[in-house]
């Protein structure tokens, strides 16, 4: 395994001793069906570990993080960079994915930092 490799392990090990279990829900939309007028939507869930923190009043700017958003700290260990719209459960709560960001030094994901939303 490379260095980076072992580091999103690290993470992965400190995110489940520290922070949470996080399930990240991804809703594709199927097939329209014309006689009905409705499109078959698959849900995939996936388990993680991460943690969620409250964005410090410097952070808001009001436009990309807004008053009431989190950041997700999410172990890419186990699961692809969740997308755009996704949705993250941490703690009973249903967050909304509004950014990611991949931290991938070298293309090898340690870390994804993303901004949840109500």
Known sequence: MSFYGDLALTA???LAEFGQSITIRTNTP????????TTTITTADVV???CVFD????????TLIVQGDKQLYLSPVGM?????DDLAIAG??????TQVKAIA???VAVLYDCNLRK
């Open 55 to 62: 964005y410090g009043t410097q952070a808001i700017d009001g």
């Open 105 to 107: 030094p070298a293309g």
């Open 48 to 50: 993680g570990n991460g």
């Open 92 to 97: 009973g709560v249903t967050w909304r994915i």
């Open 12 to 14: 992965d090990d400190l």
């Open 30 to 37: 199927g097939n329209y069906d014309q006689d009905t007028g």
């Open 80 to 84: 692809s960079e969740p997308g755009i």
